[in-house]
């Protein structure tokens, strides 16, 4: 079954500290993976879009890295700040017998001063 | 370029009734989907639109249902409505022909829609 699990389910950091989302997936074959931010009562907005040759990406403080043979996405956020307070969601498309975009759970991050 | 724009923001219904819920793209972006948020379930897909054909469907009952016009935009409609339905509507949109490729999805704001 394809399915997209992340951890922690929230977590609460001091400003200016670091931090790293996890995402495993077992969606196979895997074609991309994608992490969103989204910000209470908004909608999500693109982080990072990887597909199986990319190990790394980065967009300003967030990176985020792929390990295809373990199935395992992070995201890490370096000197957090307030306003990276929301949910962090991860995204995998693949699968057989039907392409499908599987939406993980996401991570609630709470910055706080 | 102005981003996916969503009407009504907010809607309060009674049970049983019906919502029609709209979805403007970007300007040049032919490829519109839907989602439902609730804090449980977190984001679920509901149904994909390009050049006016649905092309991906997800595991909802028949009283969701929408269309895309020549135009790109797209509507989502719920009849019978139940409390269950209550969540964050959400619209994506890309210049993909397919919600799985590797091009970005543009998320609108959303609808919040209230079932008392």
């Known amino acids: 079954k394809n399915q997209v699990e992340q951890s922690p389910q929230s977590l609460i950091i001091l400003e200016g500290k670091n931090c790293t989302l996890q995402?495993?997936?077992?969606?196979?074959?895997?074609?991309?993976l994608r992490w969103y931010k989204q910000d209470t009562g908004r909608g999500p907005v693109s982080l990072t879009i990887?597909?199986?040759?990319?190990n790394t990406k980065s967009n300003g403080r967030y990176t985020a890295t792929l390990d295809a043979d373990t199935k395992q996405s992070s995201l890490h956020i370096t000197a957090s700040q307030l306003s990276d307070s929301a949910s962090y969601i991860c995204?995998?498309?693949?699968?057989?017998?039907?392409?499908?975009?599987?939406f993980g759970a996401g991570t609630r991050l709470f910055v706080k001063a | 370029k102005a981003g996916v724009t969503q009407t009504p923001r907010y809607l309060i219904k009674t049970r049983g009734q019906q919502v029609t819920l709209s979805c403007s793209p970007i300007?040049?972006?032919?490829?519109v989907s839907w989602y439902q948020q609730t804090p449980g379930q977190g984001l679920q897909f509901l149904f994909e639109?390009?050049?006016?054909?649905?092309?991906n469907k997800g595991n909802f009952p028949g009283r969701f249902s929408g269309r895309q016009f020549s135009n790109s935009r797209s509507e989502m409609n719920v009849s019978t409505l139940e409390l269950g339905d209550s969540a964050l509507y959400l619209c994506?949109?890309?210049?993909?022909?397919?919600?799985?490729?590797?091009?970005?999805?543009?998320f609108g704001p959303g609808t919040r829609l209230t079932v008392l």
């Open positions: 994506a949109s890309s210049s993909a022909a397919n919600m799985n490729s590797y091009n970005e999805q543009f």
């Open positions: 300007s040049g972006h032919r490829s």
């Open positions: 995204v995998v498309s693949g699968g057989t017998g039907g392409f499908k975009t599987i």
């Open positions: 639109y390009f050049s006016e054909t649905q092309r």
């Open positions: 990887m597909t199986f040759s990319e």
């Open positions: 995402c495993n997936y077992t969606v196979s074959p895997f074609s991309n």
